[in-house]
């Protein structure tokens, strides 16, 4: 990632403010907690604001939505680190061990010094806001970089921030890809990215000259896998929650489903059901969300063309046209059935309303196709049957699980969220969100007496017998 070499001056001058005045006056728990509790206050104040700016840079987005994926999980985090702050931040005792008695041990978090966030446009204000409150909880300056895709949002959060925080504690860069990687070169104590996986390969790279900790929430194929027991109207409900809330453009969303064949057409059905109690026929659309620009749109049309010319079946579950306009960006809840391996659809992340459908004959085949390729960030196991909801948890290793839903998992503060391999590194959220940005420092602390004083030359007569007695 090659950056502008004025746009890197000017970002590293920012940081080293950020990291002097972090140097000088590290956060007290008193300061974290007020601090958190300001931005509480003007965050639900700026709800309306914050709808406005979300809706204008998405074309449409429902307002429930920004409500319940914006404001709700991120003023729960806030309130969940203030409450539980002192007991995260307290030293824990660790056991020495009867050979190294009477000495004592410790683990004590401790801050790392300025914590670098670049957020994605999909959750514009959850996903910096998020891990901004663990970052401050732990006692971090911050230095965001949210979304150029969404720049009313990512202005609304400058203009946020600026209020709550002094400019030498948290500071907001606000520019395109140059400066985006600009920043992802910087050498941050400690850097969170949240985004597309071919761009987390980049900031990684761009991070390795510093030696930079990384923390990378990325994405994949999350599949939701309908056992042959599970009811088909209960399970397309939660499956449509999980894929067409934000019209699918959630990293956790629903990739793509996998049925009992004898069922596939039922399950199609029950989706239709789904979709058109939701949106109706999408002439009225305030509750249905539209693709962030033209170059998404662009990109779930050729998806879908890529499946046509592949043999497989496109049905669209709402008989509306397709619309890429400025002022609509609309498209429609949309299966797939019979996409090929191949398919560009079943090779990428789709990241958006589409979902496949694929039938199995048998579990196992089902459980066989998602350990073939890369890890998912989350998996939807659909079962009333506790073996065979075991059994498919015990199959697949995924960032997470939630068990006869969708998404839910993101929303429980005490999980850690976060990915495996292709989907991801680290975690955030709670008490997890806490310890990745801080460092958990181990105390040794040696009494006045102690018989390793004795562990030293000449290894003779008692000192070799005591030395051959611990050795045991």
């Known amino acids: 990632m090659n950056a502008a070499p004025q746009a890197s001056a000017e970002l590293g001058s920012v940081l080293e403010r950020l990291r002097d005045a972090w140097r ?10 007020d601090d958190l509790g300001r931005l509480r206050h003007a965050l639900s104040r700026r709800l309306d604001a914050m709808d406005a700016a979300i809706r204008a840079d998405f074309g449409h987005r429902s307002p429930h939505e920004n409500l319940i994926s914006e404001a709700m999980v991120t003023l729960a985090e806030i309130d969940l680190a203030r409450a539980k702050l002192r007991r995260w931040a307290k030293p824990r005792r660790v056991g020495v061990g009867w050979k190294f008695w009477p000495a004592r041990a410790e683990l004590r978090p401790v801050p790392v010094g300025v914590v670098g966030i670049i957020s994605p446009w999909n959750y514009p204000v959850n ?27 990512s202005e609304f959060l400058r203009e946020l921030l600026a209020e709550v925080f002094p400019e030498d504690r948290v500071a907001v860069a606000i520019g395109g890809a140059d400066v985006g990687a600009a920043f992802s070169a910087l050498p941050f104590d400690h850097l969170l990215f949240t985004g597309s996986t071919a761009v987390g390969r980049k900031v990684m790279a761009a991070a390795a000259p510093n030696l930079t900790p990384v923390t990378l929430e990325l994405g994949g194929k999350a599949p939701a896998v309908v056992a042959p027991d599970f009811p088909l109207a209960l399970a397309a409900a939660r499956i449509a929650s999980g894929k067409w809330f934000n019209a699918g453009q959630t990293c956790i969303g629903v990739d793509y489903a996998l049925v009992d064949a004898a069922r596939r057409d039922g399950f199609v059905e029950a989706l239709r059901t789904q979709v058109v109690a939701r949106f109706g ?14 170059s998404q749109f662009d990109r779930l049309q050729g998806l879908l063309a890529d499946a046509r010319a592949r043999g497989a079946t496109v049905l669209p579950l709402v008989d509306v046209a397709a619309d890429r306009s400025h002022a609509q960006r609309l498209l429609p809840p949309t299966l797939v059935l019979d996409a090929p391996d191949d398919s560009d659809l079943m090779r990428h992340e789709i990241f958006g309303p589409i979902l496949p459908v694929k039938t199995y004959a048998r579990l196992d085949d089902a459980l066989s196709y998602i350990g073939t390729h890369d890890r998912p960030l989350a998996l939807y196991p659909f079962s009333n049957d506790r073996t065979t909801v075991e059994r498919i948890v015990d199959a697949t290793l995924a960032g997470g699980v939630a068990v006869n839903d969708t998404l839910m998992h993101f929303a429980v503060d005490a999980l850690p969220f976060g990915g495996i391999g292709p989907s991801g590194m680290g975690a955030i959220h709670g008490r997890a969100g806490f310890e990745t940005f801080s460092k958990l420092l181990p105390i040794f602390r040696q009494s006045r007496w102690a018989a390793t004083d004795l562990l030293r030359p000449p290894y003779a007569g008692f000192v070799d017998r005591l030395v051959r007695f611990l050795a045991r």
């Open 127 to 153: 996903l910096a806001l998020v891990p901004l409150v663990s970052a401050i909880a732990a006692g971090n300056h911050v230095y965001l970089k949210p979304s150029e895709h969404t720049p009313r949002t």
């Open 281 to 294: 026929d999408l002439s009225d659309a305030s509750h249905y969300t539209r693709i962030i620009n033209a």
């Open 24 to 33: 000088a006056n590290k956060p007290t728990l008193a300061q974290r907690r």
